[in-house]
């Protein structure tokens, strides 16, 4: 996007009484948001966009700074210095940002962004949900931040098409959905990345899991098993994926498949594919399915696809059976056997007649591994369970526990307690394990408290 389509993205979507009051009149005293509109608009009235083009960030930030502050000399503008720093910040957001998001999105503690119309904005932090004193001017304010946003990556949302996903340039995942289909207002919500990607330590840090477990599925990853993780929104699956993908060694060749691109791949033979929406005709979609099938002709060592919602699964399941191991995928369950049942009726989506006991078939021959995540009342986030799956018994697919975490009780504070533990069983895959050249110790699968 270019600097005058950013900044004619930015001058829109203030409230209409702000742009009919004659410029001569305006004051602080008519209110922060009249007086912020009325100096945008000036300043780009005196804005030479050839020049500014060819600023650095930096210098461009620095030189729109003193842009605003000779405008206030001239317009006369009684402000005290906080109140001038604090104009002057919020003119460089909406020019070069997003607006009043941009503390937020600066904020590293903050998770999650949820804009309930202009008027509230609600965030996450540490697992816990609370409204901020952030507000946009008024709907229109919140429609160009959105346009601004999904634009950036080739999206468009209008009255034909009201739902979009798309991304910020750090990799956040940005939903939208705007009236008809919300009634109140336009809605705007925001899965923050971290700017530089967790690692397993930093799993440990937060008690996510304990040492034995991270040092089990780092094996599975190193080792190619195929790998499926389930979980709940927001349960940590696309973090916990990210984090194995780290395992896998730098010579070989991954396919990342998304509907909006959040993996953060450290490699250096990664190949990042993304879904295409329709057009405003209806046309040109390209769905998970068809990158999965044309990903198999791009000679990977590895596929990791996002997250498994439909039909694409199939042909997942398929490519894990044929060559392609220790590929990874993530599915929306509240537990593995769960996991199991939706990827079955994920099968069925296709449209072909496949019986159960096939579709489990190629199930339980395709993943061996099922890991549980899930984000517990207090807010953290745990690694439940890691279960192995064993074959088949009749129609149903077998399956072991390797890792558990047995929650005991909640503390005075609302903290979750409990503890991590093997069960005891020791895995089929350990002996591929071994041939792989990892070296586990037998004791790791021993039954054991690790308080969480």
Do not use: W
Request: glycine share 8%.
């Amino acid at each position: 996007m270019s600097l005058r389509e950013r900044l004619g993205a930015a001058t829109q979507g203030y409230s209409t009484a702000a742009e009919a009051e004659p410029a001569t009149t305006v004051t602080p005293g008519h209110g922060y948001q009249d007086t912020k509109a009325h100096i945008h608009r000036v300043l780009l009235g005196r804005l030479d966009l050839e020049a500014m083009e060819k600023l650095s960030p930096e210098n461009l930030k620095e030189e729109l700074r003193q842009m605003v502050e000779r405008l206030l000399i001239e317009e006369n503008l009684v402000l005290n210095a906080g109140e001038r720093r604090t104009l002057v910040r919020d003119i460089q957001y909406e020019m070069l940002g997003f607006g009043p998001l941009e503390p937020l999105l600066a904020d590293p503690s903050v998770s999650d962004i949820l804009v309930n119309t202009h008027r509230k904005v609600y965030v996450e932090r540490l697992g816990r949900l609370e409204i901020t004193d952030v507000v946009f001017a008024d709907d229109d304010h919140l429609m160009k931040i959105i346009d601004k946003i999904v634009s950036r990556v080739g999206r468009r949302i209008d009255e034909s098409s009201p739902m979009v996903d798309a991304r910020l340039p750090d990799g956040s995942r940005v939903n939208a959905i705007i009236p008809p289909l919300s009634i109140d207002g336009p809605i705007l919500s925001i899965r923050r990345f971290a700017t530089v990607p967790l690692l397993m330590e930093n799993l440990l840090a937060y008690h996510t899991l304990s040492q034995e477990m991270a040092q089990f599925i780092g094996a599975l990853a190193k080792a190619k098993v195929n790998i499926l993780i389930s979980g709940g929104t927001g349960s940590g699956k696309t973090t916990l994926l990210n984090i194995l993908s780290g395992y896998i060694p730098a010579e070989e060749r991954i396919v990342t498949i998304e509907d909006a691109a959040e993996l953060q791949l450290q490699q250096p033979h990664v190949v990042r594919l993304e879904t295409r929406p329709p057009n405003i005709e209806g046309r040109g979609e390209v769905a998970q399915r068809a990158l999965v099938r044309n990903a198999l002709r791009m000679r990977p060592d590895r596929i990791i696809l996002g997250e498994a919602r439909g039909p694409e699964a199939l042909d997942m399941l398929q490519a894990m059976n044929t060559g392609h191991d220790g590929s990874m995928t993530t599915v929306h369950a509240n537990t593995p056997r769960d996991a199991l049942a939706r990827l079955e009726s994920m099968i069925a989506m296709v449209g072909v007649d496949l019986p159960a006991k096939a579709a489990r078939s190629q199930i339980a021959s395709a993943i061996n591994v099922v890991i549980q995540v899930s984000r517990l009342s207090d807010g953290t986030r745990k690694l439940l369970s890691i279960q192995e799956i064993t074959g088949m018994e009749g129609d149903t697919v077998t399956m072991q526990e390797i890792f558990v975490f047995h929650q005991t009780g909640v503390g005075p504070t609302g903290a979750v307690q409990g503890y991590f533990t093997a069960t005891g069983v020791r895995p089929r895959c350990f002996d591929l394990l071994v041939t792989r050249g990892i070296d586990l110790p037998q004791t790791l699968f021993a039954p054991h408290r690790k308080s969480a």
